[in-house]
């Protein structure tokens, strides 16, 4: 008797050892990070300017993930009453690869971006325009769910030939 419930009880594990996987740590596939804290220098200004923007990712596996971002800075010229105050801000979809499964770390990314330029002391558009950015940026969790980004953007814009970099702080969640 008590060989075959040795019998049965061997056969079961060997039936459920090869399908008994190790449960692996698997992270939301949906990210939103405020990721603009950003501090560009501008050729057309010749000044620093800052603006804040927002992200949403959506993983499509653990290394690869397509993303759609909103930008907007305010830029202040001064000088008084002559001073020019200027709104700019782009829209654009990308894709990001991340070299490491657990997405932190390296990652590069690229896009297409729509930009724009708003004069807001005389309230006409001074140009729209399109540019391909890439990135290279860093992650580090903060707890499963939170993480903390710096990077580079280098934005080539098509219409007036013309680069822009743009060193980047933020914060994400993913759910």
Do not use: W
Request: glycine share 12%; net charge positive.
């Amino acid at each position: 008797m008590n060989y075959i419930k040795l019998t049965l009880l061997a056969a079961a594990l060997l039936y459920l050892c090869p399908t008994a996987n190790a449960q692996e740590f698997k992270f939301p596939k949906n990210e939103i990070e405020l990721s603009k804290f950003s501090f560009g220098v501008s050729k057309d200004f010749g000044l620093i300017q800052g603006g804040i923007g927002i992200t949403y990712r959506r993983m499509l596996s653990n290394h690869f993930a397509l993303q759609a971002k909103a930008t907007q800075t305010y830029i202040d010229l001064g000088g008084g009453e002559e001073g020019s105050r200027y709104l700019s801000g782009s829209l654009g979809l990308g894709a990001t690869y991340f070299f490491k499964p657990t997405r932190k770390g390296l990652f590069v990314s690229a896009g297409l971006e729509r930009n724009y330029l708003f004069d807001l002391t005389n309230s006409q558009n001074l140009r729209k325009s399109y540019s391909i950015t890439t990135s290279l940026g860093f992650r580090a969790d903060l707890g499963k769910n939170f993480y903390l980004l710096g990077g580079l953007d280098v934005n080539y814009n098509l219409t007036y030939k013309s680069v822009e970099l743009k060193p980047s702080i933020g914060v994400g969640i993913r759910f």
